[in-house]
Structures are given as structure tokens and as C-alpha cells.
């Protein structure tokens, strides 16, 4: 295992909380300013159309000309909804990437997100850093995610959303150091 000191410096948004035999744990933080200003346009837009429903009237069944007060307004609920739930995960979550008796897991909480896993760290053999352009016309930045693969295993997308290459660099580098270096 490289130890600790030669890691290359930290990249900002990443914590080494634990690097050593037979343990090595990551916390990545995903706060970004775009989310909380994402969050602050999405939230009470989500609050309106609460309200908005909670002041329809409910006869059941719903006479023809009640029902577009019920569906039209889903049209903006939908996104804002979504919205509000994406840019909450990227306020509060943090991803945890732990290596630890013989299993590498990942992480995300405390707002539940794709791409938990649950992988035997001896069968990891190759690691690979792939860019994500933004694509459809979206201003997204580009963002990149760490792939790993193995005995078994195909290609798994490990870590996504990192917002620079050191990022994912220093993950690799020190998940791949851990993994080769762990007794088996």
C-alpha cells in the first residue's frame, strides 16, 4: 500500500479518512453552488403546487370538466419535483467509498441516489476514467466517472458526477493501489 504521504495532495471536495491495511475509506462531498441555487428556484415552486392541490376540490369520481385542474398542473409538477430532489442530493450527499474485509463498497447518503454497490475488491483487476460531455444542449459541466473491471464482474461504473480529473485520478489511483497491495 502507497502510504498516506505519497498520495499526490487531496483535490478539493475529497477526505481520506482512513488509508491503511486492511481499510481504506473515501468521503466525497457533491455540494456545488449551481445545486443550492437549483434548490432555492425548485423548492418553493414544489411548495406552490403542494399548496395548489391541497385546495382542489376531491369529489370522486371526478366530473370531466375537474379532471384537466388535476393533470394540467403534473406537466410542471413533475419537473420541479425532480428538480428539487436532485439538487437536495447535491446539497447534503456525500459518497463513501470503503474497502474493507476483502468487499469495496460505494455509497451515497443521506439522500438515497443509483450507484450503490457492492463489489469483492480481490476480483478488481483494471480502472479506467472516462469524461461525460453535456449533451442535448444541457449547460452541464463536464464530469467524469471512475470505471472498474474484474474476474466476473464486466465493467462497472464505480464513481460518476466527479467534477474534475484530479478527482477521479486520486480515486483510482489510491483504490488501485489499495486493492494490489491487499493480502489475498
Known amino acids: 500500500m502507497i502510504a498516506p504521504t505519497e498520495f499526490p495532495p487531496l483535490p478539493a471536495g475529497i477526505r481520506l479518512v482512513k488509508a491503511?491495511?486492511?481499510?481504506?475509506?473515501?468521503?466525497?462531498?457533491w455540494f456545488?453552488?449551481?445545486?443550492?441555487?437549483?434548490?432555492l428556484c425548485s423548492a418553493p415552486l414544489l411548495a406552490f403546487f403542494?399548496?395548489?392541490?391541497?385546495?382542489?376540490p376531491s369529489p370522486l369520481p371526478l366530473p370531466a370538466k375537474v379532471w384537466p385542474l388535476y393533470v394540467?398542473?403534473?406537466?410542471?409538477?413533475?419537473?420541479?419535483?425532480?428538480?428539487?430532489?436532485?439538487?437536495?442530493?447535491g446539497v447534503?450527499?456525500?459518497?463513501?467509498?470503503?474497502?474493507?474485509?476483502?468487499?469495496?463498497?460505494?455509497?451515497?447518503?443521506?439522500?438515497?441516489?443509483?450507484?450503490?454497490?457492492?463489489?469483492?475488491?480481490?476480483?478488481i483487476r483494471q480502472f479506467h476514467i472516462r469524461s461525460r460531455e453535456p449533451g442535448g444542449g444541457r449547460a452541464t459541466p463536464l464530469t467524469y466517472e471512475v470505471h472498474?473491471?474484474?474476474?466476473?464482474?464486466?465493467?462497472?461504473?464505480?464513481?460518476?458526477g466527479l467534477h474534475?480529473?484530479?478527482?477521479?485520478?486520486?480515486?483510482?489511483?489510491?483504490?488501485?493501489?489499495?486493492?494490489r497491495n491487499t493480502p489475498r
Open 20 to 29: 491503511g491495511q486492511p481499510e481504506l475509506v473515501i468521503e466525497r462531498r
Open 32 to 39: 456545488r453552488v449551481r445545486d443550492l441555487f437549483v434548490l
Open 50 to 56: 403542494v399548496f395548489l392541490y391541497s385546495k382542489l
Open 72 to 89: 394540467g398542473p403534473v406537466v410542471f409538477l413533475a419537473p420541479a419535483a425532480w428538480a428539487t430532489y436532485t439538487a437536495l442530493a
Open 92 to 123: 447534503l450527499n456525500t459518497t463513501t467509498l470503503r474497502i474493507a474485509n476483502g468487499w469495496l463498497t460505494v455509497h451515497h447518503a443521506p439522500v438515497p441516489r443509483r450507484g450503490t454497490w457492492k463489489l469483492p475488491s480481490d476480483r
Open 148 to 160: 472498474v473491471a474484474g474476474e466476473g464482474l464486466g465493467w462497472v461504473k464505480l464513481l460518476a
Open 164 to 179: 474534475s480529473l484530479e478527482q477521479a485520478e486520486f480515486i483510482a489511483m489510491v483504490v488501485q493501489a489499495h486493492v
